[in-house]
């Protein structure tokens, strides 16, 4: 009973941006480009295009929905590409490095969450902070450089399209992104700590009164996250064939775009993981659509930029009628 | 909701791709848009397109950078949708040496072929390579800079960007002219000015502030860092021929620091008839015709005194306007 009830409340909830995901379909519907945009190989195109923002957005709706937010992981992303590049050169196997790149992302990610539970400090202004040192460790770590991976490491063919013209085969790399989601989906709704991490973003004193322990719950959504960044980063790595300490910049804006789009309250205490892949989407397609239509890069930038608003816009006004 | 998606899906798969003979969409990438010299590239590619069309050949240009400049993954984005989008071939400036070199394939896999123009990929699967001979550019402008120090005094290096073939061999070829002199020092050339005018315009600050006094001759591979290091150089008052600067690349501003002798020489590319030949090569691949692996599109240094003849002047300031409506 008790599921099912969530279960309706969760598809309510990511109904707002499913629709607007159909709507953006449908515009592009009535283009002439149709023929192209909506092709199998197309939609491969767009799902591995999704893949490192989707990733990123999985940890993100769990700090955000915590009332938290993280402005480090476009730096973190590069810092473990170029990371990752370095260990394959040295000889590191795959699997190592795939490990190691995780729980750097995962430390880095701890060590942002531990100051801010500990220290009772502004998210905002410690991942700020660790924006810049991570971003600069990066370009130290590459001595200023790219750095190149092997090509035919088998990391490299995480996100290689084969057979670019069909919908299959499926890169590993989005395989691994929708497993991955899934497992949030049942952390964030079907675990104790999920319950823990919606109660502190809806109302942090409230949940100390009733005796969950904010601090160390805070902290572990920035280490969880942490992890998922770290994999992003080799995801990253993998596309470019190299470590580029220079990329991602603006991918967190990204990423809390597609969180937000996704029904997520910066506020705290709302959001779904289904909503913010929907919303990583949204955006991957509109920037795929607009592309193949041919249309100047500044309208991207200003239909983005409006969606995000609308988004927004729309799901407080839905929220106020309900209420009222 | 899969199957919703499945549905839409299925519904527009049977409409057939639209497709004919001398009917060519070609996809043309640049590095970014707002530098002038991507201008003149679109001018060049505009060009190859009314020239085509007076021999009846139909081409439908997209002109597309990437979301965020020098971001090589926009790039490689750009490079995908438009091998979904089936075009009948694409014209791409890389931004990266490696990082292109799988979408390149990619698209060569998908039955689009790709010529590559300005900066080199690590790759075989482009149909060719039009392009400055850029280490040359760079040993014409180190051989200019020997020259007008007398063959002695202290020298300057400002990179442009780690990654960027293009410019990197032009820093290769200025450092292999400089140390044919023994004369002159070089007393940086680890330090890169970046994509955009203001952290250009700040590493420039920051290197004079090291070595403003000491410093007789300084080249800048490419428009932006040259823009800004003739900035940082009137600022603390050595410009005007008091330090030699050799930039590369003509924007309108440059061309007016040359005129008024802040900046000595400047190295010019032809970017209009790359982006020209860019279009042409490809579309002659199409056809089935063979095309060179390697096409030149030549470079030449540009001083005051021979900025006037009609040949530099062409160089200098690019017809862009007679092409590109804006």
């Known amino acids: 009973m008790n599921l099912s009830r969530g279960t309706i409340s969760r598809l309510l909830q990511s109904g707002g941006p499913f629709l607007g995901l159909l709507l953006v379909c449908g515009l ?297 | 909701m899969k199957s919703l998606l499945g549905a839409v899906l299925a519904a527009f798969l049977s409409i057939p791709a639209l497709a004919a003979d001398k009917n060519y969409t070609i996809a043309v990438i640049p590095k970014g848009t707002t530098h002038e010299f991507w201008k003149s590239i679109h001018a060049g590619a505009v060009k190859a397109e009314q020239e085509l ?44 040496s490696q990082a292109l070199v799988a979408p390149v394939a990619t698209a060569a896999q998908a039955g689009v072929p790709v010529v590559v123009i300005d900066s080199d990929l690590k790759s075989d699967k482009q149909l060719s390579f039009v392009a400055t001979d850029n280490f040359k550019g760079g040993q014409m402008a180190g051989e200019f800079l020997a020259k007008a120090l007398g063959g002695k005094g202290n020298v300057i290096l400002l990179r442009y960007q780690v990654g960027s073939a293009s410019t990197e061999a032009r820093e290769e070829g200025f450092l292999d002219a400089i140390k044919k002199h023994p004369g002159l020092k070089l007393i940086s050339s680890d330090q890169h000015a970046g994509a955009t005018r203001e952290v250009a315009y700040q590493a420039s600050q920051n290197l004079l502030n090291r070595f403003g006094r000491e410093v007789n001759g300084i080249f800048c591979p490419n428009e932006t860092a040259t823009i800004a290091m003739t900035k940082a150089l009137r600022d603390i008052g050595r410009a005007g021929g008091q330090v030699k600067l050799v930039g590369f690349d003509s924007g309108s501003q440059s061309v007016l620091d040359l005129k008024n002798g802040d900046v000595q020489a400047l190295v010019v590319q032809d970017p209009l008839k790359m982006g020209y030949l860019g279009v042409v090569t490809l579309v002659q691949a199409l056809q089935g015709k063979k095309v060179e692996k390697r096409i030149d599109t030549g470079v030449s240094l540009v001083t005051k005194e021979n900025m006037g003849q009609p040949d530099m002047a062409a160089l200098l300031a690019p017809p862009i306007a007679k092409y590109l409506k804006e």
């Open chain 2, 53 to 96: 069309a007076a021999q009846g050949i139909t081409v439908k240009l997209f002109w597309k950078g990437p979301l965020r400049e020098d971001d090589r993954d926009q790039q490689i984005q750009v490079v995908e949708n438009f091998t979904s989008r089936k075009v009948s071939g694409i014209v791409l400036a890389p931004l990266d």
């Open chain 1, 28 to 324: 592009f519907a009535l283009t002439e480009e149709r023929s192209f945009i909506f092709t199998g190989g197309n939609f491969k195109n767009i799902l591995v295009q999704t893949v490192i923002v989707a990733v990123g957005a999985l940890g993100m709706t769990l700090i955000i929905v915590g009332g938290g937010i993280d402005l480090s992981v476009g730096s973190v992303v590069a810092f473990t590409g170029v990371l990752g590049a370095r260990l394959l050169v040295a000889g590191w196997s795959p699997w190592s490095t795939t490990l190691v790149l995780v729980l750097v992302g995962g430390a880095i990610g701890l060590f942002n969450g531990a100051i801010i539970a500990g220290f009772r400090m502004m998210p905002f202004i410690v991942t700020l902070g660790m924006m810049g040192i991570v971003r600069g460790s990066a370009k130290w770590l590459g001595n200023n450089q790219t750095v190149n991976a092997p090509p035919d490491s088998p990391v490299s063919h995480l996100m290689a399209r084969v057979n670019p013209t069909e919908f299959w085969p499926l890169p590993p790399g989005v395989w691994i992104a929708l497993g991955l989601a899934v497992l949030m989906a049942i952390l964030l709704r079907e675990t104790v700590f999920g319950r823990h991490v919606f109660a502190i973003g809806a109302n942090e004193t409230a949940a100390r009164y009733s005796g969950v322990r904010v601090g160390p719950v805070k902290a572990a959504t920035y280490a969880i996250s942490g992890l998922l960044i770290g994999f992003a980063g080799l995801l990253q790595m993998s596309r470019l064939t190299q470590g580029d300490p220079t990329v991602a910049v603006g991918l967190e804006l990204d990423i809390i775009a597609a969180v937000v789009i996704g029904g997520a309250s910066l506020s705290g205490g709302a959001g779904s993981v289904l909503g913010s892949l929907i919303g990583a989407l949204i955006m991957a397609l509109l920037r795929n659509g607009t592309n193949q239509l041919g249309w100047q890069t500044y309208s991207q930038e200003i239909i983005i930029g409006t969606v995000i608003v609308l988004a927004v816009g729309l799901d407080q006004w839905r929220q106020s009628r309900r209420r009222g």
